[in-house]
């Protein structure tokens, strides 16, 4: 998936960097509070925000562009109106603390939908919707598809198609960093970083290390 895309190619650029990198998943909220107060020295999958660059170097280089999709029921009906005209008929599942962008954060920000349950992680939001709890929930796709074939339930689940056009409906795509804190790295650190990226990138193996995880 796209968590074990980034977290490969983050420790392989840091390897060339000549730095041993150690990498722990926990939830995203307390990972952002971690760089802030500087118990951790980067977060991998961050989205640029003001807010973060107040506490976070971000590269030039990004490692992974997100693009994200609502996911319903199989079986269930359930479609989104061109701009989100239709989001008050649905309750929807979201991660905390991510930062969704484009036309999701519209509509989060003028409470557009009919009630939003806001929970720990996607594995979450998958058993959740399962369960019957929330119409929908929004995630990335290759991060969802993945995560609910480990878990058994793929055959589950399916994207949310556009009403207008019944093709599935990408709602937004984001560059996603790895962001350092500025309370422990450098500046320094973080353009070396980007550059090594960029060569990797350039070089192959990025496309080299993503072929394992499609």
Same mark, same amino acid.
């Given at each position: 998936?796209?968590? =074990?895309?980034? +977290?490969?190619?983050? @420790?392989?650029?840091?390897?060339?960097?000549?730095?041993?990198?150690?990498?722990?998943? &926990?939830?995203?909220?307390?990972?952002?509070?971690?760089?802030? /107060?500087?118990?951790?020295?980067?977060?991998?999958?961050?989205?640029?925000?003001?807010?973060?660059?107040?506490?976070?170097?971000?590269? #030039?280089?990004?490692?992974?562009?997100?693009?994200?999709?609502?996911?319903?029921?199989? #079986?269930?009906?359930?479609?989104?109106?061109? =701009?989100?005209?239709?989001?008050?008929?649905?309750?929807? $599942?979201?991660?905390?603390?991510?930062?969704?962008?484009? !036309?999701?954060?519209?509509?989060?920000?003028?409470?557009?939908?009919?009630?939003?349950?806001? +929970?720990? #992680?996607?594995?979450?939001?998958?058993?959740?919707?399962?369960?019957?709890?929330?119409?929908?929930?929004?995630?990335? /796709?290759?991060? &969802?598809?993945? !995560?609910?074939?480990?878990? $058994?339930?793929?055959?589950?689940? *399916?994207?949310?198609?556009?009403?207008?056009?019944?093709?599935?409906?990408? !709602?937004?795509?984001?560059?996603?960093?790895?962001?350092?804190?500025?309370?422990?790295?450098?500046?320094?650190?973080?353009? !070396?970083?980007?550059?090594?990226?960029? *060569?990797?990138? @350039? $070089?192959?193996?990025?496309?080299?290390?993503?072929?394992?995880?499609?």
């Amino acid at each position: 998936n796209s968590t =074990g895309r980034n +977290v490969e190619v983050a @420790q392989e650029c840091f390897k060339r960097m000549g730095y041993r990198s150690v990498v722990k998943i &926990i939830p995203w909220k307390r990972a952002l509070i971690m760089v802030e /107060k500087g118990t951790a020295d980067a977060i991998i999958d961050a989205a640029y925000t003001k807010e973060r660059a107040a506490y976070l170097f971000y590269p #030039d280089e990004e490692i992974y562009i997100e693009q994200w999709f609502a996911f319903k029921r199989q #079986d269930d009906p359930h479609t989104l109106d061109q =701009g989100l005209a239709n989001a008050n008929q649905y309750t929807v $599942g979201l991660s905390r603390g991510f930062e969704y962008g484009g !036309l999701i954060q519209e509509a989060i920000n003028s409470s557009r939908f009919k009630h939003i349950d806001r +929970v720990v #992680d996607n594995r979450m939001n998958i058993r959740k919707l399962i369960g019957d709890r929330f119409d929908m929930f929004i995630g990335v /796709k290759l991060t &969802i598809l993945n !995560l609910s074939k480990q878990m $058994g339930v793929q055959d589950q689940i *399916s994207v949310v198609n556009q009403t207008e056009t019944g093709a599935p409906y990408l !709602l937004s795509s984001s560059k996603t960093y790895v962001a350092f804190s500025k309370m422990t790295m450098t500046r320094e650190i973080t353009s !070396l970083f980007s550059s090594t990226l960029k *060569s990797m990138k @350039q $070089g192959g193996t990025v496309r080299r290390i993503e072929k394992k995880y499609m």
